[in-house]
């Protein structure tokens, strides 16, 4: 078995102290390390935790996530449409529940079976974890050497790999919202275009504007092409736990979520973590125009939905229900001034700019070129 605080401490070594995931006995050692020793955010779901740690990449960090391999299948669309075309490097743990031969529960029996198949299909480069302390260490050698090339790289982790280390008292915060504003007046319903014209027009020189997949994206390319833009291009719903790694890490920077409705709603247990981690200096803006506009425009579940209190129950400190673009800009400044995790809510039309056209940059190069402007 591993010793579990010196195969940490290599990690460290290697630069690697920012790990996300969501628990599993196989890697609870492994956990309990990285929350006593480094930065550790518990995500709400494992792709999430993927999201977050690429965030944190964004910002200049080496990302670990630890996952259990149910949870694998719940990273394919950040892994496959958010680390590939980005070419964004995370490296990854995953246990090996239900691996063949062993008694395990039944829920874990496919997986099991299926678990590096899974890595193989998504071109991840992978090993199963030496239990030997100094096989292991050279196999985080190699691994990083992956990482460097922008390559991300997953360890399988057998049962009994790591050696006991005890969890430290850990901290339990209570975050609460301190403002909120419901509905009170006619909704506006101004374009998506103008709103993202008004939203690019405040941004500053540290300023970092991340738009959710789709339209969204694309629209914002058209308004300003920028070296601090980043157009979300896949992993829908990712991009507010995108936006929590990054902005968690870098709290030099100002970093302005744009999200939609469809995608929220995708992966809503985002807000719990974003309420609780709690970045100061994260804007998330909510456009909701109550369908899946870009792809046909079919209805959303949101007219249903009240997020602006669900956003201020999650804990972020302000919660704003606006109706104009005049009441947008006057939120934007004031957070600028003030800070806190604030969250706004804004409904728009439906529909798109006419013969919106497609980003001219490849994803990868809108990485790099946000990661020299970050630095």
Same mark, same amino acid.
């Given at each position: *078995?591993?010793?579990?605080?010196?195969?940490? $401490?290599?990690? @460290?070594?290697?630069?690697?102290?920012?790990?996300?995931?969501?628990?599993?006995?196989?890697?609870?050692?492994?956990? $309990?390390?990285?929350?006593?020793?480094?930065?550790?955010?518990?995500? &709400?779901?494992?792709?999430?935790?993927? &999201?977050?740690?690429?965030? &944190?990449?964004?910002?200049?960090?080496?990302?670990?996530?630890?996952?259990?391999?149910?949870?694998?299948?719940?990273?394919?669309?950040?892994?496959?449409?958010?680390?590939?075309?980005?070419?964004?490097?995370?490296?990854?743990?995953?246990?090996?529940?239900?691996?063949?031969?062993?008694?395990?529960?039944?829920?874990?029996?496919?997986?099991?079976?299926?678990?590096?198949?899974?890595?193989?299909?998504?071109?991840? @480069?992978?090993?199963?974890?030496?239990?030997?302390?100094?096989?292991?260490?050279?196999?985080?050698?190699?691994?990083?050497?992956?990482?460097?090339?922008?390559?991300?790289?997953?360890?399988?982790?057998?049962?009994?790999?790591?050696?006991?280390?005890?969890?430290?008292?850990?901290?339990?915060?209570?975050?609460?919202?301190?403002?909120?504003?419901?509905?009170?007046?006619?909704?506006?319903?101004?374009?998506?275009?103008?709103?993202? @014209?008004?939203?690019?027009?405040?941004?500053? *020189?540290?300023?970092?504007?991340?738009?959710?997949?789709?339209?969204?994206?694309?629209?914002?390319?058209?308004?300003?092409?920028?070296?601090?833009?980043?157009?979300?291009?896949?992993?829908?719903?990712?991009?507010? #736990?995108?936006?929590?790694?990054?902005?968690?890490?870098?709290?030099?920077?100002?970093?302005?979520?744009?999200?939609?409705?469809?995608?929220?709603? *995708?992966?809503?247990? %985002?807000?719990?973590?974003?309420? !609780?981690?709690?970045?100061?200096?994260?804007?998330?803006?909510?456009?909701?125009?109550?369908?899946?506009?870009?792809?046909?425009?079919?209805?959303?579940?949101?007219?249903?939905? $009240?997020?602006?209190?669900?956003?201020?129950?999650?804990?972020?400190?302000?919660?704003? !229900?606006?109706?104009?673009?005049?009441?947008?800009?006057?939120?934007?400044?004031?957070?600028?001034?003030?800070?806190?995790?604030?969250?706004?809510?804004?409904?728009?039309?439906?529909? %798109?700019?006419?013969?919106?056209?497609?980003?001219?940059?490849?994803? #990868?190069?809108?990485?790099?070129?946000?990661?020299?402007?970050?630095?």
């Amino acid at each position: *078995m591993l010793n579990t605080n010196e195969f940490g $401490n290599e990690l @460290k070594r290697l630069g690697f102290d920012f790990y996300s995931g969501v628990p599993c006995s196989f890697l609870k050692n492994l956990i $309990n390390y990285s929350i006593n020793e480094c930065e550790y955010i518990a995500a &709400a779901n494992e792709g999430d935790a993927v &999201a977050i740690a690429s965030g &944190a990449h964004l910002g200049g960090r080496k990302s670990v996530v630890l996952m259990q391999n149910s949870g694998l299948t719940n990273c394919i669309s950040p892994l496959t449409s958010l680390n590939y075309p980005f070419q964004i490097p995370i490296l990854g743990f995953v246990s090996l529940r239900g691996e063949p031969g062993l008694n395990d529960e039944p829920q874990h029996e496919l997986m099991g079976q299926i678990t590096t198949q899974i890595l193989d299909l998504m071109q991840i @480069k992978w090993q199963f974890l030496s239990p030997d302390d100094i096989e292991a260490k050279r196999q985080l050698e190699e691994a990083n050497k992956w990482i460097e090339v922008n390559q991300p790289f997953f360890f399988v982790v057998r049962k009994d790999t790591f050696k006991s280390e005890k969890l430290k008292i850990e901290q339990r915060l209570n975050h609460k919202n301190k403002k909120k504003s419901e509905k009170t007046d006619f909704d506006e319903l101004p374009s998506r275009f103008d709103t993202l @014209k008004v939203i690019n027009g405040l941004k500053n *020189m540290k300023t970092v504007l991340m738009a959710t997949t789709g339209k969204t994206g694309r629209e914002l390319y058209e308004v300003e092409d920028s070296d601090n833009n980043l157009y979300m291009v896949g992993s829908m719903g990712c991009v507010g #736990s995108l936006g929590l790694g990054l902005a968690y890490t870098r709290k030099d920077l100002d970093v302005v979520v744009i999200d939609g409705d469809g995608s929220l709603l *995708m992966r809503m247990g %985002s807000l719990s973590t974003n309420g !609780y981690y709690q970045p100061e200096n994260m804007l998330h803006i909510l456009l909701d125009n109550q369908v899946h506009d870009s792809t046909g425009g079919q209805n959303t579940v949101s007219h249903n939905v $009240n997020i602006v209190n669900i956003a201020a129950a999650c804990g972020y400190e302000k919660s704003y !229900y606006i109706h104009n673009l005049h009441e947008l800009e006057m939120c934007i400044q004031e957070w600028k001034m003030t800070k806190g995790l604030t969250f706004i809510y804004l409904k728009i039309s439906k529909g %798109s700019k006419e013969n919106l056209g497609r980003p001219k940059v490849t994803p #990868s190069e809108v990485k790099t070129r946000l990661q020299r402007f970050i630095k």
